[in-house]
């Protein structure tokens, strides 16, 4: 069944902003630490930004300072907020647990070009 889907990616500018959202239908919810991932060109997710069930967060480098994760308990969804975006940003992006503990979503592509 589905449980997670994303949604929010497009085609942005250099230097523009997104904000993913992906919405999981899971009961335990508020429970769950949650991630985005991104897939790189040879098919491989990597985790960029995780938030914890209280809301702390960690982010690889390549991000620090540019994007931001938050979550909406109520409305079961986590957030991934893109600014600065850089060409080199371009990918599927998805959602899950940091464990990989859902069924893969569709994903939601973000393209960055000029």
């Known amino acids: 069944q589905v449980q997670v889907a994303e949604s929010g990616g497009g085609l942005v500018q250099p230097g523009g902003s997104l904000r993913l959202s992906c919405v999981a239908s899971?009961?335990?919810?508020?429970?769950?630490?949650m991630a985005w991932f991104r897939q790189d060109p040879e098919n491989q997710r990597h985790l960029v930004a995780r938030?914890?069930?209280?809301?702390?967060?960690n982010y690889v480098d390549s991000v620090k300072g540019r994007f931001a994760i938050s979550r909406d308990n109520a409305k079961k969804t986590v957030y991934l907020q893109m600014n600065n975006l850089k060409p080199e940003d371009t990918a599927l992006y998805y959602c899950?647990?940091?464990?990989?503990?859902?069924?893969w979503g569709q994903g939601t592509q973000v393209t960055v070009s000029s």
């Open positions: 899950n647990t940091p464990a990989v503990a859902l069924s």
């Open positions: 938030i914890a069930s209280g809301g702390s967060t």
């Open positions: 899971i009961s335990s919810f508020r429970f769950q630490n």
